[in-house]
């Protein structure tokens, strides 16, 4: 009876490792100085970047760091007389050729509807709030400014005007400029973007199914296909992961992968939420994607995927961002690190 109880333990091990990743003192908390929200981060030029809210949440914040456990917050200059600026909290940063740009948002006027505001970083480390006109973000067409991603040649901002997806584009975080009613996007929706080496990619959807554009520019952009599978599905975040982009979001009842540039659906995990996929990250050829409810990490492209034990105070989950075997993980006012989870 021995060598079979022992091959059933085996067997139960075997079936614990395909569900769960990581010991939970894997992961060490770290402390931000004078940390209010905290919403997203990034691994750029050999730092790492949290940005979010001060205490209180009155107004953006950013701190950096080179190893990860010591932090300083970063200098951040809004533009003189702007109202906005200051109050906003920073919901989404990118890196593009070792420096990174943020966007930041607050309600106001009658509706109370976001008031976007872009902060570009300066050669001495510092964030400054970029000079816009009202209707790059806003005016009567708006509708949402979503995520922000860095690559060669700059920064893709995705979104949605009431005339479909939109993208802002910028070479270098100094000012973007808007691209609605561009020919091809008319009717979807953006959640996410890439940048390539000479492209641009955005993600979301069309009707109930997953949809996917590349452009050159901007002005114009082609479909390419997603898998049309049963039930609905868009893809809500989208990363660069060697030659490949990998996609998430739902999928059906459950979340899922897909895998491009030419766009074919591979692994499924968890049930999705109203709140979806949060973040998605490559840390040394793994990829990391976090929603309200968990972690989950696939060692082979998006086609398998396995439960990340986190923190218990870590709930619901905001980001997670990940360098050379290293992850930030981020859940309200708290950051926690991991290196091999």
Request: hydrophobic residues 45%; contains cysteine.
């Amino acid at each position: 009876m021995r060598p079979l109880r022992a091959a059933l333990a085996l067997a139960g091990l075997v079936l614990f490792g395909a569900c769960a990743a990581g010991p939970r003192n894997a992961w060490a908390e770290l402390s931000l100085p004078g940390s209010g929200p905290l919403r997203d981060a990034v691994s750029c030029g050999g730092h790492w970047y949290v940005v979010g809210g001060r205490s209180g949440g009155t107004g953006p914040a950013a701190w950096s760091s080179a190893d990860g456990r010591t932090w300083h917050r970063l200098t951040l200059a809004a533009r003189p007389g702007s109202y906005y600026g200051p109050r906003s909290v920073l919901y989404a940063v990118a890196c593009a050729n070792d420096r990174i740009a943020a966007i930041g948002a607050v309600g106001g006027g009658a509706h109370g509807n976001p008031r976007i505001s872009t902060w570009q970083q300066r050669p001495d480390g510092s964030l400054a709030e970029v000079a816009a006109a009202f209707e790059t973000y806003g005016g009567d067409t708006a509708v949402d400014v979503g995520r922000i991603s860095g690559g060669p040649a700059g920064f893709l901002i995705a979104g949605n005007r009431t005339g479909g997806a939109a993208a802002w584009l910028s070479p270098d975080g100094a000012g973007f400029r808007l691209f609605e009613n561009a020919p091809g996007l008319a009717g979807a929706f953006a959640r996410d973007g890439a940048v390539l080496d000479g492209s641009f990619v955005l993600v979301g959807g069309l009707g109930d199914a997953a949809a996917a554009w590349r452009s050159t520019d901007g002005t114009s952009w082609r479909r390419v296909g997603m898998p049309v599978e049963g039930g609905y599905a868009e893809a809500q975040r989208v990363v660069r992961a060697g030659p490949a982009l990998i996609a998430v979001g739902p999928r059906g009842d459950t979340f899922g992968a897909w895998r491009g540039p030419d766009w074919v659906a591979v692994g499924r995990f968890g049930k999705p939420d109203a709140t979806g996929i949060r973040s998605l990250t490559v840390s040394r050829g793994r990829l990391y994607t976090a929603a309200a409810q968990g972690l989950w990490r696939s060692d082979d492209g998006g086609r398998s995927w396995l439960t990340v034990t986190t923190p218990r105070a870590a709930t619901p989950l905001s980001a997670v961002a990940g360098t050379n075997g290293d992850l930030l993980l981020l859940a309200g006012d708290r950051v926690w690190l991991a290196h091999g989870v």
